[in-house]
């Protein structure tokens, strides 16, 4: 058990430049410098109160090569970081063990470069696509089996993937969306983090998206957009993994004078049943039950809901 109060300041300062090195080429250099200030004050556990902060520099380049035939070209490159938990950081002694504590740092560094195109070369249409690598120093991973039942600090990981997102808007009164993202996401080193395999839990290796907007027809407007999320591991090894899911939700959109208007969002179109959350955890039934090895947890999506709303403009 514990119990922490916790404040955190965190400070940045991000500086850009943009230079025409040249007819078709030009450079933006970028710097970034974070600032993370944390303290901790622990009621059950006293040792635990502290005090700790870090500063990270992020350098970012990118060159970009165009445009011609409205299409150009961008190859770039960068330092980021994600922050991990106060407790993790501070804490000198586990609360779920007992044992010492292995502190972690506040800022964990990630590398990071893509290649890619943006073109308007069809009419209408405004397209990107890009290949990109990111290198985490660490993950960080959330824990339902930890006693404070929070995120750990996991070994460094190694990300590359796809993204093509499509804009169209030929028509006065349509708008189509299209974004597609495909990821595969390991572990750098096989049998990270004491366990099994290579696999990041709760890394989603595909998502799309697909919208379709019509409006300004007299009063009426009206959106369709579908969601899709593939398959996922919940374990390193990918024994235990959640399902994909595909959610549609509509609405329809009507004016009713200058300054008012009403809709009706229809959540769930399909009523499909599908996870917003899941993850594994070794739970029990109630207290005095023996625990439940290797389960999943889920939190399931919410069912068909109509939601109608009168928006009033004053």
């Known amino acids: 058990m514990t119990n922490n109060h916790v404040g955190e300041t965190g400070l940045g300062l991000h500086l850009k430049t943009t230079t025409q090195l040249a007819e078709g080429l030009r450079m933006v250099v970028g710097l970034r410098e974070d600032h993370v200030d944390m303290r901790m004050t622990a009621a059950v556990q006293p ?81 990107s696509l890009s290949l990109w690598r990111l290198d985490s120093d660490s993950e960080i991973i959330y824990s339902a089996d930890s006693a404070i039942g ?7 990981s190694k990300r590359y993937g796809v993204e ?40 989603i290796p595909k998502v799309a998206r697909v919208g379709v907007s019509v409006r300004d027809l007299g009063p009426w407007a009206g959106m369709l957009e579908l969601r899709y999320f593939s398959a996922y591991p919940l374990t390193q090894d990918g024994t235990l993994t959640a399902p994909s899911a595909l959610v549609a939700n509509l609405r329809l959109e009507r004016s009713i004078t200058a300054s008012a208007d009403l809709s009706l969002d229809v959540l769930n179109l399909f009523n499909r049943k599908y996870y917003d959350i899941a993850y594994e955890q070794d739970f029990q039934a109630y207290a005095s039950s023996a625990a439940v090895p290797s389960g999943v947890t889920v939190h399931p999506g919410e069912p068909r809901q109509l939601r109608l709303t009168l928006r009033w403009k004053f």
């Open 164 to 203: 093509w997102n499509n804009h169209y808007h030929g028509l006065d009164w349509l708008w189509i969306d299209a974004d597609l993202a495909w990821t595969h996401a390991r572990y750098a080193q096989q049998d990270a983090n004491g366990s099994p395999g290579d696999l990041i839990p709760n890394a």
């Open 47 to 127: 040792l635990n109160s502290g005090h700790a902060q870090d500063s990270m520099a992020s350098p970012k380049l990118a060159l970009i090569f165009g445009p011609w035939a409205r299409t150009e070209f961008f190859v770039a490159a960068g330092r980021g970081f994600h922050s991990n938990d106060a407790r993790g950081v501070i804490d000198k002694i586990d609360p779920t063990t007992g044992d010492a504590a292995s502190p972690v740092p506040a800022l964990v560094a990630a590398r990071g470069s893509e290649v890619g195109l943006r073109t308007e070369a069809i009419p209408g249409l405004q397209s």
């Open 150 to 156: 929070s995120t750990e600090p996991n070994g460094a």
